[in-house]
């Protein structure tokens, strides 16, 4: 092999010192390397994190998300094959040669070369809801946490789609796109470790922005969005059935309080008790294989109110906004 460019999108976050390290740590690589590292912060204003005595390339991101940081870093590089980190994961210390190994043994129809991930869980007490949310990372197909692929791929797609902005679903809209322009993707041997970073009770409403991506994916790909993807089925039918009861409610309540119409009032009655058994449904769902601790069971009991109906505003913010959207074509 005649070199890698590992590429690291960063928000310059305190972990980015321990991944530099690691890979310093590691000894030489068995190949010519080079880390490029791509500042996305929207106002740098003072250097990255680096550890002294690691070379790397820093360059400027757009601030634009971690797919357009990629593209950023994937054309800057010089080498055939381009390796994606992110910048809160550790990588083993054989990660450099294990990676390199995985590459050379790659076919010449391998576009991509997955590593895996570790992610550390409690052994005291059962995780949590954003603990579990985390570790389903180490099953996902494809992540760019630890995702190597050829620069000849990423030209013939055109990269990463920048119109979703999140470091969620990119990298499983890219492994199709790879596919179809005619390449396989396969498991490596390497290993980095994914810690689950601290989170307040809130973060479960605020991912769920990323149903507008859902929403994209949808029109660019059918119905059948996740088959083709390899993304498991979520519960948005069952978010949309519960917050069409809870607006029905609502308004039932309302109009009957206004008309004095005592039958709006029993069928208020009626779609608030179906509101509040999907409510009671999800809030078991998630507190069922967690510590059920005093903090957990209030978090889930709150974020369960609150889950469906923002994932459904932010489903019809993106059903809405990309209407007529169309799949990347591939560069000829």
């Not at 305190?14 to 890979?23: E, M, V, Y």
């Not at 880390?35 to 003072?46: C, E, F, H, I, S």
């Not at 390497?190 to 991912?207: A, D, G, I, L, Y």
């Not at 498991?232 to 059935?241: M, S, Y």
Request: charge should be positive; proline fraction near 8%.
């Amino acid at each position: 092999m005649s070199g890698i460019s590992v590429v690291i999108p960063t928000l310059g976050r305190p972990s980015l010192t321990a991944l530099l390290t690691a890979l310093a740590a590691g000894g030489p690589a068995p190949g010519p390397v080079e880390l490029l590292l791509v500042d996305d912060r929207p106002a740098a204003t003072d250097e990255l994190p680096v550890p002294p005595g690691v070379d790397v390339k820093v360059l400027t991101g757009r601030a634009a998300g971690p797919a357009a940081a990629r593209n950023v870093g994937w054309q800057a590089a010089s080498h055939e094959w381009v390796a994606f980190l992110d910048d809160d994961v550790l990588p083993d210390p054989d990660w450099l040669s294990r990676l390199n190994d995985d590459l050379a043994a790659a076919g010449p129809q391998a576009g991509g070369v997955q590593g895996n991930l570790r992610v550390p869980l409690p052994d005291d007490r059962r995780p949590t809801d954003w603990e579990r949310v985390t570790a389903a990372l180490a099953d996902g197909a494809w992540i760019t946490a630890d995702m190597a692929y050829r620069r000849s791929a990423l030209l013939a797609t055109g990269g990463f789609d920048e119109r979703l902005p999140r470091a969620f679903r990119e990298d499983a809209e890219l492994a199709h796109r790879v596919r179809l322009a005619g390449f396989d993707l396969v498991k490596g041997g390497r290993t980095v470790t994914h810690p689950v970073r601290p989170e307040n009770r809130w973060v479960s409403v605020r991912t769920q922005r990323g149903n507008a991506d859902d929403a994209l994916l949808r029109h660019l790909y059918g119905r059948d969005w996740r088959a083709r993807l390899e993304i498991p089925p979520g519960r948005r039918p069952r978010h949309v059935a519960v917050t069409a009861a809870g607006a029905l409610a609502a308004a039932l309540t309302v109009t009957a309080a206004l008309t004095r119409r005592g039958s709006l009032a029993t069928a208020a009655g009626v779609a608030a008790a179906l509101w509040a058994a999907g409510t009671a449904e999800f809030t078991v769902a998630r507190v069922k294989p967690g510590p059920r601790d005093a903090r957990e069971v209030t978090t889930m009991v709150l974020t369960s109110a609150a889950i469906p109906p923002v994932a459904t505003a932010h489903w019809l913010r993106g059903w809405l906004r990309w209407r007529g959207a169309r799949p990347l074509e591939p560069q000829r």
